[in-house]
């Protein structure tokens, strides 16, 4: 039986690679002294591309099929080897094999905080974490920037140095795409293409295309959490309502004080004082009915105006007139009230023109 193998080894050089793994992104075919017989046969799966190295210098690259070597299908082995007529076997070449398939569930993720700054919270600290695919495009361009001599690269090797590469991208998108901080959670989708289109061009210089970019999920302080909680509670309650639980919350607290009834009275006064504070706050309309201010006038003319491209108001007079002292309003910002069938420039409108009056023109240029 050994003889038959030494006979059949003679004739017959096989060379392939069946993988085994799901890590394995470049291996080296083993043969005793890198030696290749002239007629050899290679044949390169679907998924996998082979390369040859002559004496450090890359060679001639395979895709997927089946070949017998000759200095046809070996051109560039055969100009570095100086073959004009064919070649004596065997000759020596070491081969690669790239695995092109696509490698999913690439795991990445923040290992420190990542300090951002928010125009209402301040500075903050983010994390954020999630997965990519990735696959071999240029095996050539792997091996010579990537691979070098290793004769057997995983996945492993090279993730460290992509995932240090995403979490620089990842905090570079997401300070271009200057979101409020709680818009983050909602908006995963449009931040993992900003990053993955960044990133395209990096993992193209390795010979890597970057198929897909996944965040699964953004995280923030528990008192930022709160804050953004609390904020979005504001909004969809009656603010009188709150305001006054507020306080009774304040009085709970002050009953339970050990400094007695100096303490409990304390803690009422802070109370009430709370409960006022947000009532004048949050529902300035509740507040002069309480202290007795009287109603808007009837049949008062208001206007909304645009600003910055966005409806507000409306307002009376008397606000329309402090909005014209403080430049928010000029002749050319678009007002309109009930009955008017368009926008219209504010200068163009008869009741305003009185608002103007005041005002002098802006200078002129220089």
């Given at each position: 039986?050994?003889?038959?193998?030494?006979i059949?080894?003679?004739?017959?050089?096989?060379i392939e690679?069946?993988?085994?793994?799901?890590?394995?992104?470049?291996?080296r075919?083993?043969?005793?002294?890198n030696?290749?017989?002239?007629g050899?046969?290679?044949?390169?799966?679907?998924?996998?591309?082979?390369?040859?190295?002559?004496?450090?210098?890359?060679?001639?690259?395979?895709?997927?099929?089946m070949?017998?070597?000759?200095?046809?299908?070996?051109?560039?082995?055969?100009?570095?080897?100086?073959?004009?007529y064919?070649?004596?076997?065997p000759?020596?070449?070491e081969?690669?094999f790239?695995?092109?398939?696509?490698?999913?569930?690439?795991?990445?993720?923040?290992?420190?905080?990542?300090?951002?700054?928010?125009?209402?919270?301040?500075?903050?600290?983010?994390r954020?974490?999630?997965?990519?695919?990735?696959?071999?495009?240029?095996p050539?361009l792997?091996?010579r920037e990537?691979?070098?001599?290793d004769?057997h690269?995983?996945?492993?090797?090279?993730?460290?140095?992509?995932r240090?590469?995403?979490?620089?991208?990842?905090?570079?998108?997401i300070?271009?795409?200057?979101?409020?901080v709680?818009?983050?959670?909602?908006?995963?989708?449009?931040?993992?293409?900003?990053?993955?289109?960044?990133?395209?061009?990096?993992?193209?210089?390795?010979g890597?295309?970057?198929?897909?970019?996944?965040?699964?999920?953004?995280?923030?302080?528990?008192?930022?959490?709160?804050?953004?909680?609390?904020?979005?509670?504001?909004?969809?309650?009656?603010?009188d309502?709150?305001?006054?639980?507020?306080?009774a919350?304040?009085?709970?607290k002050?009953?339970?004080?050990?400094?007695?009834?100096?303490?409990?009275?304390m803690?009422?006064?802070?109370?009430?004082?709370?409960?006022?504070?947000?009532?004048?706050?949050?529902?300035?309309?509740q507040?002069?009915?309480?202290?007795?201010?009287?109603p808007?006038?009837p049949?008062?003319?208001?206007?909304?105006?645009?600003?910055?491209?966005?409806q507000a108001?409306?307002?009376?007079?008397?606000?329309?007139?402090?909005?014209?002292?403080?430049?928010?309003?000029?002749?050319?910002?678009l007002?309109?009230?009930?009955?008017?069938?368009?926008?219209?420039?504010?200068?163009?409108?008869?009741?305003?023109?009185?608002?103007?009056?005041?005002?002098?023109?802006?200078?002129?240029p220089?």
């Amino acid at each position: 039986m050994g003889l038959f193998s030494s006979i059949r080894g003679e004739f017959i050089d096989i060379i392939e690679w069946t993988d085994n793994t799901n890590n394995t992104l470049v291996y080296r075919f083993e043969r005793h002294d890198n030696e290749i017989k002239n007629g050899a046969k290679l044949t390169v799966r679907e998924g996998q591309a082979a390369v040859f190295i002559n004496e450090g210098q890359l060679a001639d690259v395979f895709l997927p099929g089946m070949y017998t070597l000759t200095t046809a299908n070996l051109p560039i082995l055969s100009t570095l080897k100086g073959w004009k007529y064919g070649f004596d076997s065997p000759f020596k070449a070491e081969v690669y094999f790239v695995s092109t398939r696509k490698f999913t569930d690439q795991k990445w993720g923040t290992k420190n905080p990542i300090t951002l700054s928010d125009s209402r919270f301040g500075m903050l600290e983010i994390r954020a974490f999630g997965t990519y695919v990735m696959r071999v495009n240029d095996p050539a361009l792997f091996i010579r920037e990537v691979v070098g001599t290793d004769g057997h690269f995983t996945t492993d090797e090279i993730n460290n140095q992509l995932r240090s590469l995403v979490v620089t991208r990842f905090t570079d998108a997401i300070g271009e795409a200057d979101l409020p901080v709680e818009k983050y959670a909602a908006n995963t989708n449009e931040i993992s293409g900003l990053v993955q289109g960044i990133m395209q061009e990096d993992f193209k210089v390795y010979g890597i295309d970057l198929a897909n970019f996944l965040i699964e999920n953004i995280s923030m302080p528990d008192e930022i959490k709160s804050e953004i909680f609390e904020l979005s509670r504001l909004n969809a309650v009656d603010l009188d309502k709150f305001a006054k639980i507020k306080a009774a919350k304040a009085l709970e607290k002050a009953a339970e004080n050990e400094s007695g009834t100096a303490g409990a009275g304390m803690g009422m006064g802070m109370g009430f004082a709370m409960a006022n504070q947000m009532g004048q706050a949050f529902s300035q309309q509740q507040n002069q009915q309480t202290q007795g201010g009287p109603p808007p006038l009837p049949n008062q003319v208001a206007f909304y105006v645009a600003i910055n491209g966005q409806q507000a108001g409306p307002y009376d007079m008397a606000a329309l007139q402090q909005m014209v002292a403080q430049q928010q309003i000029t002749r050319e910002t678009l007002v309109w009230k009930q009955g008017m069938g368009n926008w219209t420039a504010a200068g163009q409108v008869p009741e305003l023109n009185n608002l103007f009056g005041s005002v002098p023109p802006p200078l002129p240029p220089q």
